[in-house]
């Protein structure tokens, strides 16, 4: 029977509670190993007996979004885990919150970093107490972990339509994201051109032959050679070593600002509002709103970083102390400097910076940031794709069960290749090559058909953002610990519930017709 903590607290007489900590590696969570490439997908349990191959991706996920932790069976301790869960929250995208804040104006922006931290907060504590159950023994409650993934809480929730629908979210979302990111590089390339040629009066000067969209493609031609990757590792370092860059970047970028007295967005009194100044703001406010949500959607690779760690009692400590010091961070980096540049700030905030000594080396060490990030979430898109299209036959109920069987139910020897998209040898196949290079060219085609970088991240915010972070963990607590929970908390889910899914529908409308509004803008 699972029971919450608060009612065993209640049938307690001597009120003497312990909680006793289930290891995650116990027989029913399996751990995800990195051996040799012909191993790399096999499932071990704390008897080292095989469980079969794993499919699943949101071990990778955590790769792809902090890239310090390794899919190993060493777990990471406190200090590693809250650095994986507070560059979940400090990505790229906070370069876009000054115009973000500039959208809502500086009073409801600021609310809305606020508001969105602590339902992120709310939320991820929703989902790691689903992945739980509570028992009383003996006169103590017994915490059991049931669920090791994200999918499998949804799987519980919904059957195997909750499986493919998270499943299909999480690449979407994955997919998204690294467009996201391809945009972003190539604006932050003509930046860096205009930079370079801002007083040249030659009419071969390439920021007037040359469109956004063309530069977009020659900024992301490097992403080609992500479709050689074979392992998360070999960029894994590097994008540990790039997140600490990335906080340098932002310091430089407020030090800068401050002491700066010849920018180009001086030149003039700098003003701002502290609500937004459209005759019709609501679209306006929205939008910011939802670029304000992408810088929160961490939490369909929550489940897999609370998997990893070793400090499995103080992870919703972790995840708050994370949030509160991104929160700040956001705080002091979006208020300030939409302050000092005011209406005339630009979706990525770098762009207002016009000294080639400062901004080059700016935008050159985010662009090798954004390559990696988009190289590791690329490559986390082959692995999806990949382990699909090598299942010989699709996922059933009558599936489930069968020898050997993996997260997606599908057992050894009903896959089409054992070792997916790879030889025995480690080689990747041919064809693997070719479905690889289609998936980056078809990030960067969406990029250049959709060059709007405050727009589509609001979308995304919006969409499924809010489905995989706000929507879907408090729909599984609901579901999962409906009888075992208070009223109050019920009240509580079921009012957040509905607030969000509020957001994401209206958000969604004004997001989406901004974005083609547009795009038809620029076809006209």
Not at 396 to 403: K, L, V, W
Not at 414 to 439: E, F, S, T, V
Not at 470 to 497: H, T, Y
């Amino acid at each position: 029977m699972d029971i919450s903590p608060s009612t065993l607290r209640q049938q307690q007489v001597d009120g003497r509670n312990h909680i006793a900590e289930t290891p995650i590696d116990n027989e029913l969570s399996p751990l995800l190993i990195s051996t040799s490439i012909d191993n790399r997908h096999k499932l071990v349990t704390r008897n080292g007996s095989e469980t079969g191959w794993s499919t699943d991706f949101t071990e990778a996920s955590v790769e792809v979004s902090s890239t310090m932790l390794t899919p190993t069976s060493k777990k990471a301790g406190f200090l590693i885990t809250w650095c994986n869960v507070t560059a979940l929250n400090t990505g790229q995208a906070v370069l876009g919150l000054p115009y973000a804040i500039k959208q809502c104006g500086l009073v409801i922006g600021c609310l809305a970093i606020v508001l969105f931290s602590i339902l992120a907060d709310y939320t991820s504590r929703k989902l790691i107490d689903s992945c739980y159950k509570y028992e009383l023994r003996r006169g103590k409650i017994k915490r059991k972990r049931v669920y090791s993934t994200y999918e499998d809480i949804s799987k519980a929730v919904w059957n195997l339509c909750g499986l493919r629908a998270a499943r299909f979210f999480i690449t979407l979302q994955i997919y998204f994201h690294s467009v996201h990111y391809i945009i972003m590089g190539g604006e932050i390339l003509k930046q860096t051109i205009e930079s370079l040629f801002d007083n040249s009066t030659n009419s071969n000067n390439p920021i007037e032959i040359l469109s956004l969209r063309s530069f977009i493609i020659i900024a992301n031609i490097p992403l080609l050679a992500s479709i050689f990757l074979k392992d998360y590792r070999q960029l894994g370092f590097l994008n540990g070593i790039g997140f600490l860059i990335f906080i340098i970047v932002q310091i430089s970028l407020l030090i800068e600002g401050f002491i700066s007295g010849n920018m180009e967005s001086q030149s003039e009194s700098t003003c701002y509002h502290y609500f937004p100044e459209q005759l019709y703001p609501i679209a306006s406010i929205f939008n910011g709103c939802g670029f304000i949500m992408l810088t929160c959607t961490m939490h369909y690779v929550l489940v897999a970083l609370e998997s990893s760690c070793n400090c499995t009692k103080q992870f919703n400590t972790i995840v708050s102390s994370s949030l509160l010091s991104s929160t700040f961070n956001k705080l002091l980096f979006s208020i300030s400097l939409y302050i000092i540049f005011g209406e005339n700030v630009q979706e990525i905030v770098t762009n207002n910076f016009r000294n080639i000594f400062i901004s080059i080396p700016v935008n050159i060490t985010l662009m090798l940031r954004g390559y990696l990030l988009t190289s590791l979430r690329l490559f986390c898109l082959f692995e999806i794709l990949e382990n699909w299209l090598t299942c010989l036959h699709p996922i059933g109920p009558d599936r489930i069960g069968t020898s050997g069987p993996d997260r997606t139910g599908i057992s050894v020897p009903d896959r089409l290749h054992p070792h997916g998209c790879y030889k025995k040898n480690g080689q990747i196949y041919n064809i693997a090559y070719i479905g690889r290079l289609i998936i980056v060219l078809l990030a960067i085609i969406t990029a250049m058909f959709i060059p709007y970088y405050n727009y589509f991240g609001a979308l995304i915010g919006c969409f499924s953002g809010t489905l995989l972070c706000f929507i879907f963990p408090v729909s599984f607590n609901l579901i999962l610990k409906w009888e075992s929970q208070l009223s109050f908390s019920r009240v509580a889910d079921i009012f957040v519930l509905f607030f969000v899914l509020f957001f994401a529908f209206v958000g969604t409308y004004f997001a989406s017709s901004s974005l083609f509004g547009a795009l038809f803008d620029d076809l006209s």
